[in-house]
């Protein structure tokens, strides 16, 4: 049966990468089926109102940093608050969901996906600044260090990680030191760098409506 993640990206026509490096394999659903999902839609509609394209790149861009409707929506609300405030919204909005510590936790490679990097925050297993922190919308700070808990690396989940991180490449805004297994902010993450596959601009006009 396919995974409920998969037919996200399918009826929203691109790759999240809701399920990490899962979705690099050939067997993708989105390499194999690239249509919504029903059978009787396999071919896109070729127009759309302005509202549905609105609509889909906030779905993309929620689905792709796992967020809940109600928090995504707080999140472009404050930063419509402050359009005409700021340089560039776009990358403020972008800036603000790459420092939530889930998010870290994924970027440092510390988990395989966004959803295990948001379970694994939940349930206790990271330490930032040496102190417990298991909210993961926690917003990260320049010179926030992201360390494991010594106690849960005997588990299953994260044996084999130093040997995983070793080939692993970090967004130029954070330092990850292998052996220590633990990460830090040394920057500010970049709309440049980050690229989400999604138009930011219309995920503001969909929330102004």
């Not at 691109?14 to 899962?22: A, D, H, I, P, T």
Request: hydrophobic share 30%.
């Amino acid at each position: 049966m396919e995974n409920s993640k998969c037919k996200i990206c399918r009826r929203l026509g691109v790759k999240l990468f809701l399920k990490g490096e899962r979705c690099l394999l050939p067997k993708c659903p989105m390499v194999k089926r690239p249509y919504p999902p029903g059978l009787k839609r396999k071919r896109r509609r070729g127009h759309s109102s302005e509202y549905g394209k609105e609509l889909r790149e906030k779905q993309k861009l929620k689905n792709w940093y796992n967020l809940g409707e109600t928090q995504f929506k707080n999140y472009v609300k404050k930063i419509l608050e402050k359009r005409g405030k700021v340089k560039d919204a776009s990358a403020l909005l972008i800036e603000i969901l790459e420092r939530r510590l889930d998010n870290v936790v994924f970027r440092l490679g510390f988990s395989s996906s966004k959803k295990q990097a948001r379970q694994l925050v939940s349930h206790g297993y990271f330490l930032v600044n040496k102190k417990t922190m298991n909210l993961p919308s926690h917003q990260l700070r320049k010179g926030d260090v992201v360390s494991i808990k010594p106690e849960k690396m005997k588990k299953t989940i994260l044996k084999n990680l130093k040997n995983v991180l070793k080939k692993y490449k970090t967004p130029n805004w954070l330092q990850l030191d292998v052996e220590k297994l633990e990460g830090k902010v040394i920057g500010k993450p970049s709309l440049e760098e980050v690229t989400p596959p999604v138009e930011i601009s219309s995920i503001f006009e969909f929330y102004s409506r």
